[in-house]
């Protein structure tokens, strides 16, 4: 499900970039010094774009330093939920995975690893168990397509606080993500004992103010424990070298108190005290955001993301949890100037 692209205040950013500066080229698309192993927000389902579009994107990811894609695919998650039986299922899932596998298949000649990207508000709600689903379904996927067309990890895009009333009573709505989120890494420790899938890849989308500081919700209490959100979550997935978050430490600025370095360091020095093995990505956004336009770098050219880019880099490249930054999203970095 795309995610609004309206924020609440106190809600961070997603980024995707990786470490070092490199030099990259494509024909059409000129040279430009970037970071490498950037990652990319595709909110267009595979099938929805034409095949020449399809190679023009993937082109321009690889000419900019990007290496994975985070690809919605909230229609096959969709499919799969339709009660066995129904009419039309079957064939709707067979046509939505071979349009999976092709686009995969694309991307992964374009050296472009995808991930399967899907979420929601309610995730956390009566529709927990989604999550699962989803990572179960990608799972599945990947034991019936060649090696060229697997999914290499999936990405849970799941904001609760968006929804009217979360912030009334933010320790529960806490408490109840991570009851999901340990629900999610249950099954998705299981997939990883099949050969298949033993590098599969797992990722949470999480708001830099998951760490509890300044005016953010506080510490929660969960698994006889008290602390920050983000912590919690660091704990839960910190013995997998395969998953990671992303954190949305939202800003068009890298420095002061309220840039994107400031925003991402707690959860950069949790994990690193904790020996996390887990990874952390620096998200950051390009798409509108009207009224909160310091969290988005919409309207300024890519230049500028760049350096901020290579800031955060500096910044944090010393952690081996380093992951590199995300940017949501594909259109908007494209439509940016140079």
Do not use: C
């Amino acid at each position: 499900m795309r995610r609004a692209t309206a924020v609440l205040t106190l809600t961070a950013v997603l980024v995707v970039a990786g470490a070092g500066l490199a030099r990259a080229g494509t024909s059409g698309f000129g040279r430009t010094y970037v970071p490498r192993g950037m990652a990319a927000y595709e909110w267009h389902q595979a099938g929805e774009l034409p095949d020449t579009e399809v190679a023009r994107r993937l082109r321009f990811l690889r000419a900019n330093g990007f290496r994975t894609v985070f690809l919605e695919v909230g229609d096959y998650l969709d499919a799969a939920e339709l009660a066995p039986g129904t009419q039309g299922r079957q064939a709707l899932l067979t046509r939505i995975r071979r349009q999976i596998q092709h686009y995969v298949a694309m991307a992964s000649d374009a050296g472009i690893a995808v991930h399967a990207l899907a979420g929601g508000p309610g995730w956390t709600g009566e529709l927990r168990y989604l999550g699962q689903e989803l990572v179960q379904l990608v799972a599945d996927y990947n034991l019936e397509v060649a090696s060229g067309e697997r999914l290499q990890g999936v990405q849970l895009d799941i904001e609760p606080y968006t929804l009217e009333g979360w912030f009334d009573d933010p320790a529960t709505g806490l408490a109840d993500y991570l009851t999901m989120a340990a629900d999610v890494v249950g099954t998705y420790r299981a997939a990883l004992e099949g050969s298949v899938n033993r590098h599969l890849q797992l990722g949470f989308a999480v708001p830099f103010w998951f760490d509890a500081r300044g005016e953010a919700p506080g510490p929660v209490d969960f698994d006889g424990a008290t602390k920050p959100a983000v912590h919690h979550l660091i704990d839960l997935i910190g013995d997998l070298p395969g998953a990671y978050l992303v954190v949305m430490a939202y800003r068009d600025i890298t420095g002061t108190s309220d840039g994107s370095i400031a925003h991402a360091r707690d959860e950069f020095r949790y994990a690193a005290a904790t020996g996390a093995r887990t990874g952390l990505v620096v998200g950051q956004q390009y798409g509108p955001a009207p009224g909160e336009e310091k969290i988005t770098f919409d309207g300024q050219p890519r230049s500028r993301f760049r350096r901020a880019a290579a800031a955060i880099t500096t910044a944090f490249r010393r952690y081996r949890q380093f992951r590199g930054l995300s940017v949501d999203d594909l259109d908007a970095y494209m439509a940016a100037d140079p």
